[in-house]
C-alpha cells in the first residue's frame, strides 16, 4: 500500500500485461499488490484478493486484447471482487479497450459491443476507466463514468524526430478514416499527408486502390491505432514504395499482430513498425522490424494526477508531454 497526500492507494495487475502494471508500479512507487488468480475445471475464474482494500483508491491494469473473451471476464470479477471488499473507489487501467471496432451498427441487425463492454465494466463497480486510442472517440459516450482517453501521439512523434532524417517526410493515413489522425502528426512535424484509398470486401481483409498524395522521394509513415493482421499496412508499404518512396516505416499504439501479421511485416518493405507497449508481445512476435514504446510513463502520470486532483490533459500533447521521475 502506498499514502499519497493522505489517501490510501492499491496498484494491482491482471495477466494480461503485468510488465506494464510493474513499470506503472515502479514510476509511482505504488507497490503492486497481491491477487490470486485460480481457473476451475470447467475453465471459470476465481479472484481472491489478498489484501485489503476497503477505503482505498484502487488501479487496475488489464488491457483487453487476445484472448478477448478471458481477459474481459477476469478485469470483470476482479472489479466486482473489489467493490465487494468496499474499496473506495476502482480506476480501471485498460489501455487497449477490447471491442472497439464495434462502435456503431454498420449493418442491419448488429450488436454495439463497445457499447455493451462499457456497461458492463459500470456494473461492474468500475468508477474510472484509463484507454489509450480508443479506436472511435464517441466510445468515451458510452460511460456515464469518467473515462480518460490518453493519446500515443507524443511518444511516437519523439521518436521520429529523435531520428532526424535527412529527407523530406510525409505522414500516411492508411484509410479515409485515419485522416485526422495523420493530419495531427502531419502538424506536430511540420510535414504533409497522403492517405491511402482502399476498400475493406470483408473483416481484416483491405485492398489497396491507390494513394492520394505526393510520396515520390520522400521517407513516408503510415500512423494507424491498430495493425491486426497488417494486410493494410503491408499493402500500403509496398504501394507506396512503388511510387517512388525512399523508406517506409508504420506506426500505431496497438499491435494485436493477429494471424499472419509478422510474417507480412517480416516480407514487406516496411523500414520499421513502431508500435506501444499497450499489449505485451511474445517473444516469437518481436522481430528486429517491431520496435515498442513503452506508455508507462504516460500512466504513471495519469495516476498521480488523478491521485492529486490534477488535470490530465497536458499529457495528451506533444508540446507538454513530460516523463516521471523514478528516483
Not at 79 to 108: C, E, F, H, L, W
Amino acid at each position: 500500500m502506498a499514502t499519497i497526500d493522505g489517501h490510501k492507494v492499491k496498484l494491482f495487475s491482471l495477466t494480461a500485461n503485468r510488465e506494464l502494471a510493474e513499470e506503472i508500479s515502479r514510476k509511482t512507487h505504488i507497490p503492486l499488490s497481491k491477487i490470486q488468480l485460480d481457473r476451475f475445471a470447467d475453465g471459470e475464474i476465481g479472484v481472491n484478493l489478498e489484501e485489503t482494500v476497503r477505503g482505498h483508491h484502487v488501479f487496475l491494469v488489464q488491457p483487453t486484447h487476445a484472448p478477448v473473451n478471458e481477459n474481459i471476464m477476469e478485469l470483470l470479477i476482479t472489479i466486482d471482487a473489489m467493490k465487494r471488499a468496499s474499496a473506495k473507489n476502482i480506476n480501471v487501467i485498460t489501455p487497449y479497450y477490447g471491442y472497439s471496432r464495434q462502435d456503431r451498427k454498420s449493418k442491419s441487425r448488429q450488436p454495439i459491443s463497445a457499447k455493451l463492454v462499457a456497461n458492463l465494466l459500470e456494473t461492474a463497480g468500475a468508477t474510472r476507466v484509463l484507454a489509450m486510442d480508443l479506436h472511435a472517440g464517441q466510445i468515451q459516450g458510452f460511460f456515464d463514468i469518467p473515462i480518460d482517453n490518453f493519446r500515443a501521439m507524443p511518444i511516437i512523434v519523439d521518436y521520429f524526430l529523435k531520428k532526424e532524417f535527412k529527407d523530406d517526410i510525409v505522414i500516411v493515413a492508411p484509410d479515409h478514416g485515419g485522416a485526422v489522425r495523420a493530419r495531427k502528426m502531419a502538424d506536430i512535424m511540420n510535414t504533409g499527408v497522403a492517405i491511402i484509398d482502399k476498400r475493406r470486401p470483408s473483416p481484416n481483409v483491405s485492398e489497396v486502390m491507390g494513394v492520394v498524395g505526393d510520396v515520390k522521394d520522400k521517407i513516408a509513415i503510415i500512423i494507424d491505432d491498430i495493425i491486426d493482421t497488417a494486410g493494410t499496412i503491408s499493402g500500403a508499404a509496398d504501394a507506396i514504395l512503388d511510387l517512388g518512396a525512399k523508406e517506409v516505416y508504420a506506426a500505431c499504439t496497438h499491435p494485436l499482430l493477429s494471424g499472419p501479421a509478422v510474417e507480412r511485416i517480416q516480407k514487406s518493405g516496411l523500414k520499421e513498425v513502431v508500435c506501444t507497449n499497450t499489449i505485451k508481445l511474445p517473444e516469437e512476435k518481436k522481430i528486429d522490424k517491431i520496435v515498442q514504446l513503452s506508455v508507462g510513463d504516460m500512466f504513471a502520470q495519469g495516476v498521480l494526477n488523478i491521485i492529486h486532483n490534477k488535470p490530465l490533459s497536458s499529457l495528451f500533447e506533444y508540446e507538454q508531454y513530460i516523463t516521471v521521475d523514478e528516483e
